[in-house]
Each structure stands twice: as C-alpha cells, then as structure tokens.
C-alpha cells in the first residue's frame, strides 16, 4: 500500500504570497491531519478533515485554511505569507473506524519564507 | 491547556548503554504515540499505546504507559549508532489532534 504523499516537496515563497500545498492519503484512510513543524514552535496541529469537513482546528491565524475532497486528497493554504511560516508542513492520515486510529504522516513539504 | 514535556531535551549516549526517555503529559489520556523523526525526514511511527500498563517492545526499544501516572516511557537497550535520531511522544486528546513534545535529540556514539 502507498503511504502518504505530499507535493510539493519544497517551496520558496515571498512574503506576501500565497502556497497551497497537497497531500494525497493512504488508500482507504478517510481522516487528513496537518502540522507545522518549526524549530522553536515544535510541531503543531493546524486541522483536520473528515469527509471533507473540518473537525478540528488549532491555534492558527485565519490566514492558514484547508479543504478536503471526496476522494480524501486534502490541500491547505496560506494566504499572505510571512518570515515565520517558514517551516516543514506534515500532513498525516488516519484509517478511522478502528480501535486505534494511529496517524501515518507524509514526508513533508519544507516551505522557506523569503 | 495540555502540555507534554519530554526530558532529558538532548541526550549524547555511548553505544551499548541503556537510557530512559520520559514523557509527562498534563492532562487524562489513554492513547500514546511515539515516534521517530531522522534529520530533514517525516515522522515515522514507533509504538501506539492504548491503555494503562500498555508495553510495547521493538528491537532495543520498548515503550511503557501509565496513565494514572500521566506518564509514558521509551527504553533504549544496548544502544547502538542506529537509533541516533529525534524521539517524539504525541498524546491523543481526540478528534485526531495529536499533542507533541518538544522531542529528545539522541546521539549515540562508538
């Protein structure tokens, strides 16, 4: 079974800018999950998706936004990009409906804010 | 709000040594992820524990839960260059939000 994939893999943006990243999930896994990954932050949770509704969200400025498909794949934004959003952007998904519910996280997409 | 601490943050270990990463969590959780992170790498997943006494063991690792403790444990055994990387516990507070810690940097040297 293919993991998690996430495109792309690197970006560099402006400040200013927007970037929309992607991120297609395991066959099957119907739950989309993202974190921002950031030296002095850690990694934290941004929201996640379900059926292509948000369920949770976390404590992020309105500029960072997500959808989902009926085909689970799920993109996120970021609008109005600044210096500190530079970061690894994982996105993880979940099978849902079994007793565990463990995440599988992709390999990323390392965004750099010029 | 919940806080997860890890400790010790960095930990430079001989090879062949056993050593303890803890992890303390602040609020009621019965489900527990470790992980493994390689520099520039994604999250790779260790052990998922799911209940209280929950012990799980893979190769030199094993990893222990208490949840009345509020606190879960990551063995290393004989370590070996290998196992040089970061180590994340996560805990679940629901509705697929993971909680991280800050990740304990582990360098094993010959």
């Known amino acids: 079974k293919a993991g998690v994939t996430q495109t792309p893999r690197y970006l560099i943006k402006t400040r200013g800018q927007q970037v929309t990243l992607s991120c297609s999930p395991i066959s099957g896994h119907r739950s989309v999950s993202w974190y921002q990954q950031t030296p002095g932050q850690g990694l934290q949770f941004l929201f996640e998706?379900?059926?292509?509704?948000?369920?949770n969200k976390g404590n992020f400025p309105g500029r960072f936004s997500g959808r989902q498909f009926s085909n689970s794949r799920s993109e996120m934004n970021v609008s109005t990009l600044e210096l500190g959003d530079s970061a690894l952007y994982l996105c993880?998904?979940?099978?849902?409906?079994?007793?565990?519910?463990?995440?599988?996280f992709g390999p990323g997409t390392r965004l750099t804010v010029l | 709000e919940l806080k997860v601490e890890q400790n010790p943050l960095f930990l430079s270990m001989q090879e062949g040594k056993n050593y303890t990463i803890y992890c303390n969590y602040s609020t009621t959780s019965d489900r527990l992820y470790w992980y493994r992170q390689d520099p520039g790498k994604s999250l790779e997943s260790l052990f998922v524990l799911l209940s209280n006494g929950a012990v799980k063991q893979e190769g030199r690792l094993m990893a222990s839960l208490d949840t009345k403790a509020r606190l879960s444990t990551l063995h290393i055994t004989a370590a070996v260059h290998d196992l040089s990387a970061t180590y994340f516990c996560?805990?679940?507070?629901?509705?697929?939000?993971?909680?991280f810690g800050q990740g304990t940097r582990l360098t094993i040297n010959p």
């Open positions: 996560a805990v679940d507070i629901g509705a697929q939000k993971l909680v």
């Open positions: 998706y379900f059926s292509e509704t948000q369920r």
């Open positions: 993880a998904s979940s099978h849902q409906g079994g007793p565990i519910n463990e995440q599988f």
